[in-house]
DNA sequence: TATATTTGTAACCAAATTGTTACATAAATA
DNA sequence: TATTTATGTAACAATTTGGTTACAAATATA
């Protein structure tokens, strides 16, 4: 792979970890999520579910998909959505920087204060 | 307890929880999350880390300290930040519920549609 | 005490987000 | 073939977000 294209893997790469964040941030967005975890489900199926308009659920699921949370496989009309791990995991990985604290149970300002 | 009391107290946990993932989604807060980890570091500090001006710093470390992320801890005029991992865990709780997916690796979608 | 330092906050602005309704399109069905 | 169904999208409005500059207040220091 050339460099430049490895730089522009890498930006993508860190867009999408970008997104991923904002995409979760939302609590509609994040019931979507719970929605299509537990089973493919096409778009008129999640809209259901709630109170506001089918193209606000669209917007919701389009910000979905261009984060990589979801995923879509056409059948016919109907556009099912499935939970995609992959980019959860990126959640998770960010997580796994702080796990160093959960361990090192010391009290940090305390420490700092006595200096 | 109250009854009701509990219910306003799930209901602000829920909101806490809320408000978790709102500030996670921005970059620049996770770049404070990641100074403040390190060391507890005052606010003047953590600005100098950034180009933006301090008073959008100021704001960003307002939705921290909301949000629970973040712990202030006064010393004389200076105000240092420190982690909170509390808030973070609810983050990490949220992703336990899809830990299930994880663990069976089952392509669901195809499963649904040989149906 | 006068000055410098650390911080908060108000007033403002631009852009993004989140919703709406109206309309278009493609596929399935009567 | 005509109609229903599933979906996308454009145009718009309200609200939130993320930034700015200017100013105030409290603490530390020369």
Redesign the pocket.
């Known amino acids: 792979m050339e460099e430049e294209d490895f730089d522009k893997e890498l930006n993508r790469l860190f867009e999408e970890i970008m997104d991923v964040f904002?995409a979760i941030?939302?609590p509609?967005?994040r019931s979507i999520i719970d929605l299509v975890a537990v089973s493919p489900i096409?778009?008129?199926?999640?809209?259901e579910n709630f109170?506001?308009?089918?193209?606000?659920?669209?917007?919701?699921?389009?910000?979905l998909l261009d984060s990589g949370l979801v995923g879509?496989e056409q059948?016919?009309?109907?556009?099912?959505l499935f939970l995609q791990l992959k980019a959860l995991q990126e959640v998770q990985f960010w997580l796994k920087k702080y796990e160093y604290f959960w361990n090192t149970k010391l009290d940090r300002l305390d420490d700092y204060l006595k200096k």
Chains 1, 2 share one sequence.
């Open positions: 904002k941030a939302d509609t967005r096409n778009i008129n199926a999640i809209a109170v506001m308009s089918r193209p606000a659920v669209s917007k919701h699921i389009k910000v879509v059948q016919g009309r109907d556009r099912f």
